[in-house]
Nanobody
Framework: QVQLVESGGGLVQVGGSLGLSCAAS????????MGWYRQAPGKEQERQVV?????????RYGDSVKGRFTMSGDNAKNTMYLQMNNLKPEDTAVYYC?????????????WGQGTQVTVSS
């Protein structure tokens, strides 16, 4: 079982920056997949990928955030981060931390509780 706890959301103006953190209950080096997704207002049925890192260590970003968002991790703190720069109103969403852990050949998915990011114009 993996627990993910996000923090760092809030209100920011257009063009501003915000950093999110996701603390995991296990070493992040043990996770098969780590990433960030977001769910925009009015799109409760859709979670959009923001950034994801697979077993190859390469971070893949959603097209709408490339060049503005950066995902990173700290193994010593079991924490991954999402640095968001040059924020736009369309970045307003609930941001979720996501992880997959492989246990005895089974891939289990885990989600954090979500943190609200609101970009005001």
């Amino acid at each position: 079982q993996v627990q993910l706890v996000e923090s760092g959301g809030g209100l920011v103006q257009v063009g501003g920056s915000l950093g999110l953190s996701c603390a995991a209950s296990v070493g992040i080096s043990r996770l098969k997949v780590m990433g960030w997704y977001r769910q925009a207002p009015g799109k409760e049925q859709e979670r959009q990928v923001v950034a994801v890192i697979l077993g190859d260590g390469i971070v893949r970003y959603g097209d709408s955030v490339k060049g503005r968002f950066t995902m990173s991790g700290d193994n010593a703190k079991n924490t991954m981060y999402l640095q968001m720069n040059n924020l736009k109103p369309e970045d307003t969403a609930v941001y979720y931390c996501y992880a997959v852990q492989n246990t005895a050949g089974r891939n289990d998915e885990y989600w954090g509780q979500g943190t609200q990011v609101t970009v005001s114009s």
